[in-house]
């Protein structure tokens, strides 16, 4: 008789990411621990348990992962303290005698990156490694899924992009990325893979694409870095919030999301998904 598995634990499983990635574990018949703040809506999956335990809970964290090998850890919700919170999951999991933390990162991360969130990323992954802990970084592009709503009610996609280009990952992919991580952890190994679409657009080739798969007319305005600002003060949101936002466009605009990579059908064994082919496989839904 084989002996069983140990579990593997999934972060962010009420969210689309950690959701999907979720839902494939159990496809596959593995066991795995969702760490959540709130139980009440943790997806109710085979071969899975819950614990309630934030990023900032350290006991909780600390006692939900005793024994567990590999996590994976999902970034927090966009905040001033997110880094913070990922410092003390990580201790914690460290704490906990975790072996292998797969941690979802963002494309190009660095302290000087011009998106603004990715230098969190980029604090996130060094923190992992001054643990010791073995880890695998998978760095997302920007999400395919988001692109769409991207575009106004007027059908204008707008930003300070200029011509630069996006290689936007579909979230399926990543999710098919991060499950083949987390069942075989150790062929990944101290690894950092940039996960990307099998092209990289512009956002006015990108308009084009909505535009055939919506049947709506949708153009790019390609933005001045005044213009973002003020276009979107109206939300009310707070300075590091729209910095953020704009930062996303000034990285396309600087080159820094516009590397097609082959880590998703290296990982997966398919190809990696377009967006044509994203929009497709919506509407056909």
């Known amino acids: 008789m084989s002996t069983p598995r140990p579990p593997i634990a999934v972060t962010g499983a009420t969210g689309q990411l950690g959701g999907r990635v979720a839902r494939r574990l159990a496809d596959a018949g593995r066991a795995q621990l969702l760490l959540v703040r709130d139980p009440s809506r943790a997806p109710d999956l085979p071969g899975a348990t819950v614990a309630k335990a934030g990023f900032t809970d350290r006991d909780a964290v600390r ?11 999902v970034s927090a919700s966009e905040s001033t303290d997110r880094v913070d919170q990922h410092r003390a999951f990580i201790d914690a999991a460290a704490d906990a005698g975790v072996g292998h933390l797969v941690y979802v990162s963002f494309a190009g991360a660095a302290p000087n ?9 980029w604090a996130t992954e060094r923190h992992v490694q001054g643990t010791g802990t073995a880890f695998t970084f998978l760095r997302d592009n920007l999400y395919a899924d988001f692109l769409p709503a991207m575009v106004g009610d007027d059908g204008v996609l707008r930003g300070p992009a200029g011509d630069g280009r996006v290689a936007a990952v579909a979230q399926d992919d990543i999710a098919d990325a991060v499950t083949a991580v987390l069942t075989d952890p150790a062929a990944h190994v101290d690894r950092t893979y940039e996960l990307t679409g099998p092209e990289a657009p512009t956002l006015r080739e990108v308009a084009a694409v909505l535009s055939e798969a919506t049947g709506r007319t949708i153009t ?14 109206s939300y009310g949101a707070p300075d590091w919030q729209v910095d953020a936002w704009v930062s996303t466009y000034t990285a396309i605009a600087n080159g820094e999301l516009a590397r097609v990579t082959d880590a998703v059908p290296t990982l997966t064994g398919h190809p990696a998904t377009s967006l044509a082919d994203l929009l497709r496989r919506r509407r056909d839904r």
């Open 220 to 233: 790019y305005h390609p933005e001045t870095v005044e213009e973002a600002y003020r276009s979107r003060a």
């Open 113 to 121: 990156a011009t998106f603004t969130l990715a230098r969190d990323h």
């Open 63 to 73: 006692q939900a992962l005793d024994g567990i090998p590999t996590v994976l850890m």
